[in-house]
């Protein structure tokens, strides 16, 4: 059973994939850590995937933020950061 995590928009176009080459790829939420202990804090970490073959691009972990019992939305920052780790090719230093 394949766990459905949240999907984002990019806000980058995103590369294909460089394993193989497929279009369907999105940036998502790859996991989810609630903590249940007082002053705890959930977590969660953010990539690109691709839809067709599983490959990942590097994660980035974020701590969840909530305010009057509600999340606070991930910043675009974070989002731009996966984005762009996505896009950059190994031997490529600026995009």
Not at 42 to 65: F, W
Request: positive net charge.
């Amino acid at each position: 059973m394949k766990l459905i995590f949240k999907t984002f928009k990019a806000i980058l176009p995103l590369r294909n994939c460089p394993f193989c080459g497929s279009l369907d790829v999105n940036l998502r939420e790859l996991d989810f850590y609630e903590t249940n202990s007082i002053g705890g804090s959930d977590s969660a970490t953010y990539a690109v995937v691709c839809e067709t073959c599983d490959a990942q691009g590097p994660s980035i972990p974020v701590s969840i933020v909530y305010k009057n019992g509600n999340q606070v939305p991930i910043s675009q920052k974070t989002l731009l950061q996966a984005n762009k780790n996505w896009n950059r090719r190994g031997g490529e230093t600026k995009l």
